[in-house]
């Protein structure tokens, strides 16, 4: 079993619950944990189609409020654990807006924050299908390498303790990412990025989201989750669940993939700290 969900959202941005309807779902899973990561509000110039930053910028002291009274009267769920609530924000990495991202990570006191890459330059690129519909293998291999280089530097930023789906990428192109994946060049890049998550004592997320998603394959992939092994680069377990029916979404496939892989135990975070427990199958 995997006790802990780590990444979630809410009504406040792009979900559709509030944060006590989410929780008393993972009550419901009998989760010993469960980690509120709402988006951190984004500078002028990164929008999407279906914009929430007004929305979330209004509501976030509400959010931080409604996280930390969960966080200080936990309670028993089905199976009479206790199920402890951390206080997270999943923040973006965007090109330019370094002072930004420094800013918004010490807004409030986390018990740890999620790094994430959504923009490529001020692009959007998992907003849509459109502009992958018609893309060629060269352009997507472009792409692919600008993302994982902001990924590179998101995390060696020093901000953040987890690296949320780090193939976020793929989604729209599952199958010409695997193909740049087989190069010499994209393993080199991944790589060194993987080295900087090793170096910085971070968390690699497993998620179950891409399983949701048109890519259909989980994050990330096997070629990184080896990677990854080889590294001995610790996991923690996430859902991103967007409403109360994906918390915990999938989560045996998640246990039973990260163990082809050697790893036996995942990671949460409370009050800036890490611990790692073992997971059943």
């Not at 992958?132 to 060696?156: G, H, N, P, R, V």
């Amino acid at each position: 079993m995997i006790s802990a969900d780590m990444h979630m959202h809410t009504l406040y941005s792009h979900g559709k619950n509030t944060p006590l309807e989410m929780y008393e779902q993972a009550l419901s899973l009998g989760l010993h944990l469960v980690g509120f990561t709402e988006h951190s509000p984004r500078p002028e110039g990164f929008t999407y189609t279906h914009e929430y930053r007004e929305s979330l910028t209004r509501n976030l002291p509400r959010y931080v409020q409604e996280v930390l009274a969960l966080r200080d009267a936990p309670r028993r769920g089905s199976g009479g654990e206790l199920c402890r609530v951390a206080f997270g924000m999943e923040m973006d990495w965007l090109s330019g807006e370094e002072e930004f991202a420094k800013q918004a990570a010490h807004a409030y006191p986390f018990d740890y924050r999620i790094g994430s890459v959504h923009f490529i330059d001020h692009w959007g690129f998992d907003d849509g299908i459109g502009p992958w519909k018609d893309a060629s293998q060269e352009e997507c291999e472009q792409w692919y390498t600008a993302y994982f280089t902001a990924w590179q530097a998101m995390l060696a930023s020093g901000l953040y303790q987890i690296a949320a789906h780090p193939d976020l990428i793929k989604i729209f192109s599952v199958d010409q990412f695997h193909i740049w994946l087989d190069s010499d060049s994209a393993r080199t890049l991944l790589g060194r990025a993987l080295d900087t998550l090793k170096a910085q004592g971070m968390v690699m997320e497993v998620s179950s989201a891409g399983l949701r998603k048109k890519c259909r394959e989980i994050y990330p992939c096997p070629a990184i989750m080896h990677m990854a092994r080889v590294r001995d680069i610790p996991i923690s377990f996430a859902s991103d669940a967007h409403e109360r029916g994906d918390i915990a979404y999938a989560f045996d496939a998640l246990a039973a993939y990260a163990a082809t892989f050697g790893y036996t135990e995942h990671a949460f975070f409370s009050d800036g700290r890490m611990t790692s427990v073992p997971f059943a199958l």
